[in-house]
Every structure is written in C-alpha cells, then in structure tokens.
C-alpha cells in the first residue's frame, strides 16, 4: 500500500461534515474527494475541504483513483453502493445502520467476503474513550465476571431537524441509537443469543419507534438492558451521553453524567472523568461523539495497512445486526427471540 492512502466520501449530508473533518487528522490517509448525487451538496463540500466533486459514484469508484471509500449515506442505499466498491475492488468503511435488516446485511457481507474486499462498518460509539476506559478497566479483572448491565440512552435532542429522514423510517429507534447500544453490549459483555424487547411510539407523526427497552441474555451469563429513546425529557438534556452501569462478582463501574465512572471495588469506591478530546471543529453538545469519528477512522486505517481484520467488521457486525433484526422480531410477537435462529 502506498504512503497516504487516498478515499472518496459518498453521500455529503449532515454527518459527513464531522467525518471530513476527522479524516484531515487520520495518519497515513485522507479524502481525496467527494461524492453526492445532489450536485449542489457534492460542491459545497468539494470547496469546502478543497477536494473535486463527483456525482456519479459508480463513475467515481471506477475511476481507479481511490484506496478506500467512506459511505456516508442512509441505511437504504449500502448494498448498492457497498457491492460499487467491492466490484472496482475498493475497501470499504460504511456508515451505520449497515442495512435495514439481517438479510441485507448478510447479502452485503457475503458479496464482500466472496470478493475478499474487507468492510468495515463505522461503529464509533465503542470507539469513544469512555468505553475504551471502562473496557481496560475490565480486562484488568478489577470487578470480576460480569453478572449484569443496563446501558442507556434517553433524551429528548431535536433529532428531526438535521436528520429529517428518521420521521418516516420504520426502524427508527432501534437501528438509529439503539444499534450503537447493542454493539456496546456486545463489546463490553460479549455475544448474545436470547432478546426481548418492547418499542414505543411515543412522539406523534413517526412512522416508527422512538423509544425500546431491549434484554439481553448474553453467553458468560451475563443479563443487560439496553435502553434508548428520543422522548426523555431532562434538564439538562444529556444527550448524547450513554449512561448506565456494569456489575461483576467483585464490583460495579456507574457511568454517570459528565464523562464520570463510579468504580466500587475492594470496598471502596472511587471516581474517574473520562473527557471527550476537543478539536477546532468539534462543538458541544456533539463533542463526544465527533471525538470518536476519528478513532473509527483511525482503527479503520490501521487495520487495512495490516490486514489483520477490524473490531467491527462486516462479519462480525452481523451478530450487531441480529440483535436489533431479533428485537425487532420480539416486539411484534410478544416473544423473546433467539438472534443465532434468525
Ligand atoms: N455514527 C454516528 O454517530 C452517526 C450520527 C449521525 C448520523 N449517522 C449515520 O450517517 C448516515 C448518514 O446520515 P446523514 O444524516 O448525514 O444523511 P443525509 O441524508 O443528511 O446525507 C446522505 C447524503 O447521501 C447522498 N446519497 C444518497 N445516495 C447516494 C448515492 N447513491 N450516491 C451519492 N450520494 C448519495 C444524499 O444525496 C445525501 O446528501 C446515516 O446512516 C446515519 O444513521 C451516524
């Protein structure tokens, strides 16, 4: 692979802003230009951060020109664009929600995997260095065999605005936020099977879910609750702080409000402040999920030079995408669901 790998940004809508951004700090890598097929937006970002402007991706991925692709657009449009760069053999790194169900999402990953060009989806909630903390904090055996966990997301952040599609998704909730809950599950408690789940709808005019309360049963034993809704009302607002807390047999970490961890351990308690990085170009209340972009980026870089696979890969983001494909499933039915059935 050469020096600088140079990428092509497809889709310039609200949240790629932060990802042009990010890519300027990457090491060994960068945007080389954009993509949308909404000429308008396309060249407002190709001034912008200075790159050409493309409109046609398949133009643009067939050009040769380009190490890598960054996907940047909504779920329905990752199969298309995803199967463009494994076609031109382009790597990928693709934003989530990965597609709006599993089989779409196992069609995605197989047509890659078949190729052998590698995918990553753009996870960056396990990426924030709060996670990052408390998972070293686990891996040292501080507070044991983790027993149970409850991870939460509740807010009333005026989503709507920037991201005006969400009112008419089906799969709102759960493949918006709660996707970034079920992956940290996974990353902090491991895989699970059993899920059962309830949704709300609680604003009115949305075409799906605003708010899920989601069990978990994960292989160590281990119970968690993941729950996420866009209709909590706090003052101040939290948003986009994920709160909660994680027990073992020997303690407890309480992720509470400001970036703090309760570590109760050995008798004791203590506290630590993990604080998101600021950047120019980060602003609150987005810091900390804008601070973690660039590490998604970075991992994903990283890991291609070295082949050696990423945290969230395609693959292994499946077991992700069958967590919310099976609390989908249970809300429905009124069931709990195997996700390794489905
Ligand atoms: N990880 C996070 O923290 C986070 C935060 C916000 C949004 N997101 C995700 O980022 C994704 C994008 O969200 P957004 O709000 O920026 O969307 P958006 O609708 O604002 O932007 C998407 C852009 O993609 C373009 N596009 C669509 N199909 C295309 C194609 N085939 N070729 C070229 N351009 C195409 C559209 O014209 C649009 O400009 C979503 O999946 C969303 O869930 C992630």
Redesign the pocket.
């Known amino acids: 692979m050469t020096a600088h790998l140079k990428g092509l940004l ?7 802003r932060n990802h042009l951004h990010a890519w300027s700090e990457i090491d060994g890598a960068g945007i080389a230009a954009v ?4 000429a308008a ?1 396309s060249q407002a970002y190709g001034a912008d951060f200075s790159v050409p402007a493309w409109q046609d ?1 398949a133009a643009a991925l067939s050009s040769g020109a380009f190490d890598f692709v960054d996907i ?4 329905e ?1 990752h199969e ?2 995803v199967a463009l760069a494994v076609d031109n053999r382009v790597p990928v790194i693709v ?3 990965f597609a709006p169900d599993i089989d779409t999402c196992r069609r995605i990953a197989a047509y890659a995997a078949a190729a052998g060009v590698p995918v990553m989806v ?1 996870e ?1 909630f396990r990426f924030q260095k709060i996670f990052r903390r408390i998972r070293a904090i686990l891996d040292s055996g501080e507070i044991g065999d983790l027993t149970f966990g409850r991870l939460s997301w509740r807010n009333a952040v005026d989503v709507y605005t ?2 005006p ?1 969400v009112v008419e998704t089906r799969r709102f909730m759960i493949m ?1 936020v709660g996707i970034h809950m079920l992956d940290l599950a996974r990353f902090l408690f491991g895989d699970a099977g059993d899920v059962s789940c309830f949704t709300q709808s609680v604003r009115p005019g949305l075409a799906g879910e605003d708010a899920a309360t989601i069990l978990l049963r994960h292989d160590n034993g281990a119970t968690s609750i993941v729950d996420v809704s866009y209709a909590a009302h706090r003052y101040p607002d939290p948003f986009p702080q994920t709160l909660g807390e994680i027990e073992g047999r020997l303690g407890t970490i309480e992720i509470v409000e400001g970036g703090v961890l309760v570590i109760h351990s050995d008798g004791k308690q203590r506290r630590e402040t993990v604080a998101a990085d600021e950047r120019s170009w980060t602003s609150s209340p987005w810091t900390q ?1 804008q601070d973690s972009v660039p590490r998604t980026q970075q991992h994903f870089i990283d890991r291609l030079r070295a082949g050696t696979g990423f945290e969230t890969s395609a693959e292994d983001s499946l077991k992700t995408y069958a967590l919310a494909e099976a609390a989908y499933r249970s809300a429905e039915s009124g069931r709990v669901v195997d996700a390794r059935t489905l």
């Open positions: 497809v889709g310039c809508g609200f949240f790629a993509c949308d097929r909404d937006r991706a940047c657009t909504t779920m449009t298309e664009l934003q989530k929600p753009h960056n920037n991201q599609y918006d999920i």
